[in-house]
């Protein structure tokens, strides 16, 4: 089983400045070979690739002195990292979808990362403090405990200036839940976090909505401030940093969601997408729900994995609120978002419409699973 941990650093200045070198050094790798993928497919229709790429590295790191600095896996990593957006390129047209052409990379993209690889010991997790290649000791909030066998790790700095270290572990054992024998579907909405086919509701939490508000408001002021002032500055890490904070509320309180799921059933079955209408067309407020929607996903799959558990995901059109769950007719007059509960004309069952939901997408998992 593969795990990442990630705690926050505290590197020192000389260190600091060797982490903007070397995500400096990674940018400058990605984007000059990103070029050079397009001149040569511009020029001769021909497709450099990886390979290619990292052996004419070795030629660029001779030629540019500066390219020696940093950790060379870091380098090797944003050689990766390009070939994975031109593969992720390639599947969409191969889907005939839109291709969104790799970018370059900005120096003033603020989300700043780089990668590098476990080789003879070079990273090592101690109680206080990582041991990572080039930059040695740094500071580091140990907040558990690292099991298996260290693969990578990934240092990042956010937008507010803060910075953490991602360690990929491999071989990490975890023991499964016992069975419980009980199953769920789940519905995904904007007011409630989760609503369970048991009629389980889970909120978002206050502080996060209060957070939001307030995140608002700082949008606004930092919008006002004029561009390149000491002030925008100051309002800009301000915002980063309320920013990162509404992430981890959210987080955490998809975190409480997932965790106790996957603790109390076998089988989780949820939709594929959060269904358009839901959102009414606010286009914040789609957003967010989207982002907790793919958040809920990530983190159900590596924990129904973890554990032993199963996690179905049903095509949203039979998410539909507006089905009975008793006998499968067709209302029509819930189409109104507006009206939560309704009873079926069919069989007179009287349903909560999220509730409701949640059942027919725990109907068509149960259809997948007993069709396999
Ligand atoms: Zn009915």
Known sequence: ????????IYPTSEQETLLQKTFGCARYVYNYYLNKRMTAYQKDKTT?????????LTRLKKEKDWLREPDKFALQSALRNLDDAYQRFFDRVRKGEAPG????????????????????????????????????????????????????ATVSQKPSGKYFVSITCTDVVQESLKPTGAIVGIDLG??????????????????????????????????????????????????????????????DAIHKLTTQLVHDYDLICMETLVPKN????????????????GEVARQLEYKTQWYGRALIKVDRFYASSQTCSVCGCKGSETK?????????????????????????????????????
């Open 190 to 251: 904007l007011k409630e976090l989760c609503i369970t086919s048991d009629d389980l509701r889970f909120d978002n939490p206050k502080r996060l909505a209060r957070s939001q508000k307030r995140l608002a408001r700082l949008q606004r002021q930092l919008s006002r401030k004029p561009k390149g002032s000491k002030n925008r500055g100051k309002a800009r890490i301000k915002v980063a940093r309320l920013h990162e904070k509404v992430a981890n509320q959210r987080r």
């Open 278 to 293: 839901m959102v009414k067309n606010r286009k914040l407020a789609k957003a967010i729900s989207d982002a907790a929607w």
């Open 336 to 372: 109104n978002l507006a009206v939560r509960e309704w009873d079926c004309p069919n069989c007179g069952a009287h349903h909560d419409r999220d509730v409701n939901a949640a059942r027919n997408i725990l109907a068509e998992g149960l259809r997948i699973v007993n069709a396999v």
């Open 48 to 56: 450099l690739n990886y390979y290619a790429c990292s052996a004419d």
């Open 1 to 8: 089983m593969e795990k990442a941990y990630k705690f926050r």
């Open 101 to 152: 052409y790799p970018k370059f990379k900005s120096k003033h993209d603020r989300d700043r990362s780089y990668t590098t690889k476990f080789t003879n010991g070079n990273i090592k997790v101690l109680d206080k403090h990582v041991r990572l290649p080039k930059l040695g000791l740094v500071k580091c909030r140990v907040s558990r405990q690292v099991e298996g066998r260290i693969l990578s």
